[in-house]
């Protein structure tokens, strides 16, 4: 069981069926915004220090629950769809969820991440992602290198994403299937998924300052490869 905590990654639980839910808890200001959608699951009222002491935030907005653990997606299930997204060693929860909510929201993409040294699938992420967890298949896997090579023999063709590429993001064509590779915060694209990618290219930028959040590259990426005609 965990806590997810926040008036959307509640609402798109309860509404997609990913969680079996123990109980839900609201302060008396948010009762109305979750009561239409629970059917047969223990609500109780609680003042909001009690939520925030449950929760372990601020930021709560009046509704936490109970519910089973995050199931993630076989990384089979993922060769299904057009786009995917693999995160080499993002770390910031923040991100994690940003971009989650990103790669649904403009591609229904599936999102592939790491078992170590990578941020997972926590309530804070569930939270930055406006519940967009509750509906994207995500997969974490053993190995990212050894995931890349399985999506290539699906079909997929890996376009990373690095600043030091000479090849601008506009002038890759349009793939039937797309792996768009991210890197870390610090850490970047490493040396050793490099050598899986089949496309590098770079984001065009006209300012002094060329470093972008990777959560801002990433919808970046898949809006321009996935908003062209004919895709």
């Known amino acids: 069981m965990e806590i997810i905590y926040g008036k959307n990654p509640v609402k798109e639980a309860l509404v997609t069926g990913s969680r079996k839910f123990f109980e839900i808890m609201i302060s008396r200001e948010s009762a109305d915004d979750i009561t239409s959608l629970v ?48 995160l080499d060693s ?4 923040q991100n994690l969820g940003a971009i ?3 790669a649904y929201t403009l591609a229904e993409a599936g999102v592939i991440i790491p078992e170590n040294r990578a941020a997972s699938i926590t309530p804070a992420v569930v939270k930055a992602s406006a519940g967009a967890t509750e509906h994207a298949k995500i997969a974490r896997v053993t190995n990212l290198r050894m ?42 694209i490493r040396t050793g998924m490099e050598k899986e990618v089949d496309v590098l290219a770079h984001i065009p930028m006209k300012g002094t300052f060329n470093s972008l959040n990777v959560s801002n590259s990433a919808a970046i990426g898949m809006y321009e490869l996935i908003s062209r005609p004919g895709r």
Do not use: C, M, N
Not at 39 to 63: A, D, M, N, Y
Not at 65 to 79: E, G, I, N, Q, T
């Open 147 to 188: 995931a890349a090579k399985e999506l290539k023999k699906a079909g997929y063709w890996i376009v990373g994403l690095d600043a030091g590429s000479t090849l601008p993001l506009r002038e890759i064509p349009s793939y039937e299937k797309t792996a768009l590779l991210v890197g870390g915060e610090d850490t970047g």
């Open 39 to 86: 059917r047969g699951i223990p609500v109780h009222t609680l003042p909001k220090q009690e939520l925030e002491k449950i929760s372990k935030t601020r930021f709560h907005q009046g509704i936490v629950a109970k519910v089973s653990r995050y199931r993630y997606a076989p990384l089979s299930s993922l060769f299904e769809l057009p786009v995917v997204v693999l």
């Open 100 to 102: 989650i909510r990103s």
């Open 90 to 93: 993002v770390e910031d929860p």
